[in-house]
């Protein structure tokens, strides 16, 4: 059983910067995409960022391309997101994921979650 713990979040005024990060505490690490997912109130969990396993290759949801980045170090088996000019509208609580082999939406194992909230 794969155990994601996640740190970081809180409050931030907008355009202002937070990291999450997120640890993986068994499993082989480095076999697994991971990223990230976010769920607004009364909304729908949504896609925000995935990252490979060698980390050659990310993709991003077109609402933080250009302002997240996602990162990972496999011999600490850590994924980070880091958010810059945040917005309002990336208030939601945060997700760090383990994807299904070769998914790159579908979870198969998820962190507790962290309350990101942006002040306008």
């Known amino acids: 059983q794969v155990e994601l713990v996640q740190s970081g979040g809180g409050t931030v005024q907008a355009g202002g910067s937070m990291s999450l990060s997120c640890t993986a505490s068994v499993g082989i690490f480095n076999s697994y995409t991971m990223g990230w997912f976010r769920q607004a109130p009364g909304k729908e969990r949504e896609f925000v960022a995935v990252i490979s396993k060698t980390a050659s290759i990310s993709h991003y949801s077109d609402s933080v391309k250009g302002r997240f980045t996602i990162a990972r170090d496999n011999a600490k088996n850590v994924v980070t997101l880091q958010m810059n000019r945040l917005k309002p509208e990336d208030t939601a609580d945060y997700y760090c994921?383990?994807?299904?082999?070769?998914?790159?939406?579908?979870?198969?194992?998820w962190g507790q979650g962290t309350q990101v909230t942006v002040s306008s």
């Open positions: 994921a383990q994807l299904a082999p070769g998914a790159l939406r579908k979870a198969d194992y």
